[in-house]
């Protein structure tokens, strides 16, 4: 184990002893085990919570929360936030479908992407130019792209119908996993590498800890800010795309309930809110946990209300578990 | 020390919220200069109601933000406790009476949570609150699984209506909030705790500050302010509703209030009267865009344009800096 991971797989202080007890009580073992439980629980009461093609359908939907997941992560990394994904989310799918429909099939996927950077490069800015709290200023962002896309379609439902490419990608499958699956994976072993296994993804890590030391370092933090904001928002705006395919087609507030379960799953993987600390394992393993709990608590037909108190009780318990922060001494 | 200093001092002090005052007043005279005869005692009482909801909210928030941490529940126990409200504040005056006791009793319990959670737990108060604020919900979903229930008329007439035919009542219960709440709170031990524990924890505990306390306290006010928020809530409807998307706007905006008002998000500045001027001024945007005529599919963007710009103002310290390190 590098170096790398042990920084970033610690959880909380004072909690490991030996690399073994570290490893079985790093926020992605324990998130995964939780899962595992969770599922033999659910298949107590019904069997199909085991079946493959439960757990695939489980996990392409898991993939649209984990491309914005991804891309939040590291901006929480750098200790700031990105409240804008929602809207970016849904500037994405509409704006793919839009150019899909004016300039041809081969620009949807493109312009979504482009426009999610572009959200991601304005937030940058604010935050590492302006100095504004990245949580009042992407606030901000996020009401402007609303007023952008009322003004663009009316307020009305969005004419444009998700591309053909758009809705194979969200709902097609190669070789029996769905393509939603592929591209999460994809994302994902790129975002662990540039993370885990390049300098700058150190140098993410450096300013979640310090920005002021990274930048007497010879950081420039600047420019690393205003790229990972733009990371976050191309991801954003990618989910975007393929919740547009796989709905057919893009929809007002489609991002709205993708915000704080992304947060949630960041966090449960044992990310630090405040930055500099998280393995991206333990993202996927939160979004995954997330996605199950609330798909179970959908088929178990529980009522909102009590899915509401058990989703946010479960979260809490768990983090109580192994996400507690040192005392103040 | 001479006056003028002493004037000085208190000028930098309340620079934001003097800021946010500014800009309140110009858009209030813009407001007026366009459009004279709206200022009718029935339109005001109503722009009050609405504007003292908001500014309840960010009252609530404030104090958490001052220790540095934050209330995403705010809105989740507003919605909450105006839930509440609809089932218990009806009957009799004294079934009101105990109606009104209860559901702030509601409010302050759920911040005491929240401020356990984050003083006990030691979690992030903003993932605390997180969860929390869908426990909360789904509390109000139980209460009211569909919008409904009854509101005593007489209290929604009295606190929705005006004190001598001219003072909008709401005004008058902020303004109670304010001089018998907020200021006597803020000079107390626990009042310069909560300043001092968002300033520096570490050096706040080396003071002996009673720092847990103060926090816990923090979450609490903001609970029971909340549930004030929540039963003016129930009072403008005259019923009760779980509603998720109005819970997160309240939650959102009352941040952005907040901000506005001058309290900085890295806590130990600021105070409640510049986060109420900041939801005025988050309130009267719409307003403004009304009477300017501004077409209605524009409004969405302006209204965030301008949140953007206000929050940008805070933004001038960077051009002041001579050191760039003093910019982390």
């Known amino acids: ?329 | 020390m001479s006056r003028r200093s002493e004037w000085g001092m208190a000028l930098r002090r309340n620079g934001g919220p003097l800021a946010a005052l500014a800009v309140f007043a110009l858009m209030f005279a813009l407001f007026l200069a366009e459009h004279p005869r709206s200022i009718s005692v029935a339109i005001v009482t109503t722009a009050s109601n609405k504007a003292v909801l908001l500014a309840i909210v960010a009252m609530a928030q404030t104090l958490p933000v001052i220790t540095r941490g934050l209330d995403l529940s705010v809105g989740m126990v507003m919605v909450m406790t105006g839930c509440l409200a609809s089932t218990l504040v009806n009957g009799a005056p004294w079934q009101v009476a105990l109606g009104i006791v209860l559901v702030l009793a509601c409010g302050a319990a759920a911040g005491a949570v929240n401020g356990a959670i984050v003083v006990f737990g030691r979690l992030q108060p903003i993932i605390v609150t997180l969860a929390t604020g869908a426990v909360y919900f789904g509390f109000a979903l139980l209460l009211r699984p569909a919008p409904g229930g009854e509101v005593s008329e007489g209290l929604s007439d009295a606190l929705t209506g005006r004190l001598f035919g001219v003072v909008p009542a709401t005004l008058v219960l902020l303004a109670v909030l304010v001089v018998l709440g907020w200021m006597p709170f803020r000079r107390t031990v626990i009042g310069r705790a909560c300043y001092a524990v968002g300033s520096s924890e570490h050096a706040a505990y080396l003071s002996g500050v009673p720092s847990e306390r103060a926090k816990l306290l923090a979450y609490t006010i903001a609970g029971l302010l909340s549930g004030v928020a929540g039963l003016l809530l129930s009072l403008i409807a005259l019923s009760g509703e779980a509603s998720g998307p109005q819970a997160g706007l309240y939650t959102l905006n009352s941040i952005a209030a907040v901000v506005i008002g001058g309290t900085s998000l890295y806590g130990g500045t600021g105070g409640m009267v510049g986060s109420i001027i900041g939801a005025f001024v988050l309130r009267t945007i719409g307003d403004l865009l009304f009477v300017f005529n501004a077409p209605a599919l524009w409004q969405p963007l302006f209204e965030g344009l301008i949140l953007l710009a206000a929050v940008c103002i805070g933004a001038a310290r960077v051009l002041r800096v001579r050191n760039r390190l003093e910019l982390f």
């Not at chain 1, 184990?1 to 324990?30: D, H």
């Not at chain 1, 150190?202 to 733009?230: D, H, W």
């Not at chain 1, 799953?265 to 997330?290: C, D, E, M, Q």
Request: aromatic fraction near 6%; charged fraction near 5%; charge should be positive.
């Open chain 1, 1 to 329: 184990m590098g170096a790398s991971e042990l920084i970033a797989a610690q959880p909380s202080a004072g909690v490991a002893k030996g690399p073994v007890r570290r490893l079985l009580l790093s926020p992605p073992a324990v998130v995964g085990l939780c899962c595992l439980l969770l599922l033999l629980a659910g298949s107590a009461v019904n069997r199909n919570f085991l079946m493959p093609t439960y757990l695939l359908q489980q996990l392409q939907i898991a993939a649209f929360l984990g491309l914005a997941a991804a891309g939040l992560m590291t901006v929480i990394l750098l200790g700031h936030i990105d409240l804008s994904v929602p809207w970016t989310i849904t500037t994405g799918a509409m704006m793919a479908a839009a150019a899909g429909a004016t300039y041809g099939p081969a620009w949807a996927i493109p312009a979504g992407l482009l426009c999610g950077a572009l959200v991601g490069l304005v937030n940058g800015l604010g935050v590492a130019l302006l100095r504004i709290p990245s949580m009042i200023f992407t606030l901000g962002a996020n009401a402007v792209l609303q007023g952008l896309m009322v003004l663009y379609t009316g307020g009305h439902a969005p004419q444009h119908a998700a591309t053909p490419l758009m809705h194979d990608l969200a709902v097609g499958r190669t070789v029996g996993v769905p393509n939603a699956v592929l591209a999460w994976a994809a994302v994902s072993v790129l975002v662990h590498l540039l993370l885990a296994r390049t300098v700058a993804g150190r140098y993410v890590y450096v300013m979640g800890n310090s920005e002021r030391a990274a930048y007497l370092s010879g950081v420039r933090t600047a420019q690393m800010t205003v790229v990972c904001f733009i990371a976050c928002g191309m991801l954003a705006a990618l989910s975007g795309v393929l919740l547009a395919g796989y709905s057919g087609n893009a929809y007002q507030a489609m991002g709205d309930p993708y915000l704080l379960p992304a947060i949630a799953a960041v966090v449960l993987g044992g990310t630090n809110i405040l930055g500099g600390r998280g393995s991206y394992l333990g993202t996927v393993a939160g979004v995954v946990f997330i996605v199950l709990l609330q798909s179970m608590l959908a088929v178990l037909q529980m009522p909102e209300a009590g899915r509401q108190i058990i989703y946010g009780a479960l979260i809490l318990a768990m983090l109580l578990l192994y996400g507690r922060s040192a005392k103040v001494r």
